[in-house]
């Protein structure tokens, strides 16, 4: 039994150990986009995106060459909601500067959903494709791996994915302020 | 299939707190934070005083939920010795959905001194639950208690459209009397859409659609009556505390959309 709990303990220290990319909690890439548990661990990499630690991010944030895209997402208010219903949006704390595009990161949207975040990224980039452009959401959310795939399916070259998004940003001490999203979608 | 026929309500308050207990632990984790609560409260009870409600008001609800869009929530009144006033309200709270009222129970004029009532809600964060009561003196009491469930809002609906509306406003109700328990059941099927669940097909949100109203009466005493909001999970179900007396039992409920649906069933004889 004791020899057991060590062979244990020893694989796992070797797991902690491996190389980023094999260990084991991490998924490969799907060949589509996410379309369901969003909230769970994300694969290593993004085939044409360059990963973005937290440390290259706030280098590239402090630097100002790159537009930062929050996708967290974020439901809108049913209009069927009888009068008086009390409602509250959870409010968002973002990256200092970025455009909040809710609801983008869905692995399957509707063409008004896409063609919100299409003029959202126009507008974030000056419609310059070769704009470097950061994705993220949350620590573990597939939503911000989803919009970065997407990103790069519309043209976009230089596409960064922040998997550590704003959990890893407030960890390494960075400033974190309110946002609110850049439009509503269209219903 | 309907989960509650599987799980009643006991039995998945009993399932999440085991499951908690085995993965986590007592290790604090979540972020609780009164922050959401403090910005609905005047919407929920106004600017009036809401004392501690642990004396006569209970909670029980998992601490990590298996199912977001189910989350049991059982309710216990036990008004004190020697407090004389009864409960005529309850409001229940789920700080962090984005609806945060998710119903008001009324009890009519008598009010309730000993009531225990469960249903199931959806949880779409982190969110601490509250019951706040009201009691025949207008003063207010709350408890709380901490859950750990996300996504319960938005979860996909377990029936299709079809399905669903084919069963649209079927009743059922049973009593309990042969366990020994005082308690009975009622379930109404409707798909109580939130508003926040994407279609599969069209991938734009299905429209809100739900029980808005729903009373309970035993003879002519209403044993309770709902104001419900989009936080009631699918095909609502209530159990409660209740004493056949050879009376029927009558169920009218009305929805967003102005349906009406009625049932009246055999309340069982008085022992």
């Given at each position: 039994?004791?020899?057991?709990?060590?062979?244990?303990?020893?694989?796992?220290?070797?797991?902690?150990?491996?190389?980023?990319?094999?260990?084991?909690q991490?998924?490969?890439?799907?060949?589509?986009?996410?379309?369901?548990?969003?909230?769970?661990p994300?694969?290593?990499?993004?085939?044409?995106?360059?990963?973005?630690?937290?440390?290259?991010?706030?280098a590239?944030?402090?630097?100002?060459?790159?537009?930062?895209?929050?996708?967290?997402?974020?439901?809108?208010?049913?209009?069927?909601?009888?009068?008086?219903?009390p409602?509250?949006?959870?409010?968002?704390?973002?990256?200092?500067?970025?455009?909040?595009?809710?609801?983008?990161g869905?692995?399957?949207?509707?063409?008004?959903?896409?063609?919100?975040?299409?003029?959202?990224?126009?507008?974030?980039?000056?419609?310059?494709?070769?704009?470097?452009?950061v994705?993220?959401?949350?620590?573990?959310?597939?939503?911000?791996?989803?919009?970065?795939?997407?990103?790069?399916?519309?043209?976009?070259?230089?596409?960064?994915?922040?998997?550590?998004?704003?959990?890893?940003?407030?960890?390494?001490?960075?400033?974190?302020?309110?946002?609110?999203?850049?439009?509503?979608?269209?219903? | 299939?309907?989960?509650?026929?599987?799980?009643?309500?006991?039995?998945?308050?009993?399932?999440?707190?085991?499951?908690?207990?085995?993965?986590?632990?007592?290790?604090?984790?979540?972020?609780?934070?009164?922050?959401?609560?403090?910005?609905?409260?005047?919407?929920?009870?106004?600017?009036?005083?809401?004392?501690?409600?642990?004396?006569?008001?209970?909670?029980v609800?998992?601490?990590r939920?298996?199912?977001?869009?189910?989350?049991?929530?059982?309710?216990?009144?036990?008004?004190?010795?020697?407090?004389?006033?009864t409960?005529?309200?309850?409001?229940?709270?789920?700080?962090?959905?984005?609806?945060?009222?998710?119903?008001t129970?009324?009890?009519?004029?008598?009010?309730?001194?000993?009531?225990?009532?469960?249903?199931?809600?959806?949880?779409?964060?982190?969110?601490?639950?509250?019951?706040?009561?009201?009691?025949?003196?207008?003063?207010?009491?709350m408890?709380?208690?901490?859950?750990?469930?996300?996504?319960?809002?938005?979860?996909?609906?377990?029936?299709?459209?079809a399905?669903?509306k084919?069963?649209?406003?079927?009743?059922?109700?049973?009593?309990?009397?042969?366990?020994?328990r005082?308690?009975?059941?009622?379930?109404?099927?409707?798909?109580?859409?939130?508003?926040?669940?994407?279609?599969?097909?069209?991938?734009?949100?299905?429209?809100?659609?739900?029980?808005?109203?729903?009373?309970?009466?035993?003879?002519?005493?209403?044993?309770?009556r709902?104001?419900?909001?989009i936080?009631?999970?699918?095909?609502?179900?209530?159990?409660?505390?209740?004493?056949?007396?050879?009376?029927?039992?009558?169920?009218?409920?009305?929805?967003?959309?102005?349906?009406?649906?009625?049932?009246?069933?055999?309340?069982g004889?008085?022992?």
């Amino acid at each position: 039994m004791r020899a057991r709990r060590a062979f244990a303990a020893a694989w796992l220290g070797l797991a902690a150990l491996a190389p980023l990319g094999s260990r084991a909690q991490e998924p490969p890439e799907p060949s589509g986009y996410r379309t369901d548990r969003y909230r769970s661990p994300t694969p290593a990499t993004l085939n044409g995106a360059t990963v973005l630690p937290v440390g290259e991010a706030e280098a590239l944030w402090k630097a100002g060459t790159a537009v930062f895209i929050d996708v967290l997402p974020r439901p809108p208010k049913p209009a069927q909601l009888p009068p008086g219903t009390p409602w509250r949006d959870s409010p968002r704390h973002s990256v200092p500067g970025a455009l909040w595009l809710p609801n983008v990161g869905f692995g399957e949207i509707s063409p008004e959903t896409e063609s919100y975040f299409r003029r959202g990224l126009e507008a974030a980039t000056k419609g310059d494709l070769g704009k470097p452009i950061v994705l993220f959401c949350q620590r573990e959310c597939w939503m911000s791996w989803n919009a970065a795939k997407r990103a790069l399916a519309f043209g976009y070259r230089r596409v960064f994915w922040f998997p550590d998004g704003s959990d890893g940003w407030s960890e390494a001490g960075l400033p974190l302020e309110r946002v609110e999203p850049y439009a509503e979608p269209k219903e | 299939m309907v989960r509650c026929s599987r799980f009643g309500p006991f039995m998945g308050m009993f399932m999440g707190m085991t499951l908690m207990a085995a993965v986590w632990g007592g290790s604090a984790w979540a972020d609780e934070s009164e922050a959401a609560w403090d910005s609905i409260r005047p919407d929920v009870a106004g600017q009036r005083a809401i004392e501690d409600g642990a004396a006569m008001i209970d909670l029980v609800a998992p601490k990590r939920a298996e199912d977001a869009a189910f989350v049991p929530v059982d309710i216990r009144i036990h008004m004190p010795d020697g407090d004389a006033r009864t409960v005529r309200a309850i409001k229940l709270v789920i700080d962090e959905n984005p609806a945060p009222l998710a119903a008001t129970f009324q009890f009519g004029e008598d009010g309730r001194r000993s009531f225990e009532l469960s249903t199931r809600v959806r949880v779409n964060s982190y969110s601490y639950v509250r019951v706040i009561g009201e009691m025949s003196d207008g003063a207010l009491y709350m408890v709380k208690s901490y859950v750990k469930a996300a996504g319960g809002c938005s979860a996909p609906a377990t029936k299709d459209p079809a399905e669903a509306k084919a069963n649209l406003g079927e009743m059922r109700f049973r009593a309990f009397a042969d366990t020994g328990r005082n308690e009975a059941q009622v379930q109404i099927r409707h798909p109580n859409y939130s508003g926040l669940q994407l279609a599969q097909i069209t991938r734009f949100y299905t429209p809100a659609w739900f029980v808005q109203d729903l009373a309970v009466k035993q003879g002519e005493r209403l044993l309770f009556r709902m104001e419900g909001g989009i936080s009631i999970s699918q095909d609502p179900t209530f159990r409660f505390s209740y004493r056949p007396n050879g009376e029927p039992v009558s169920v009218e409920a009305r929805d967003t959309e102005g349906k009406t649906f009625r049932r009246s069933f055999p309340g069982g004889q008085g022992s």
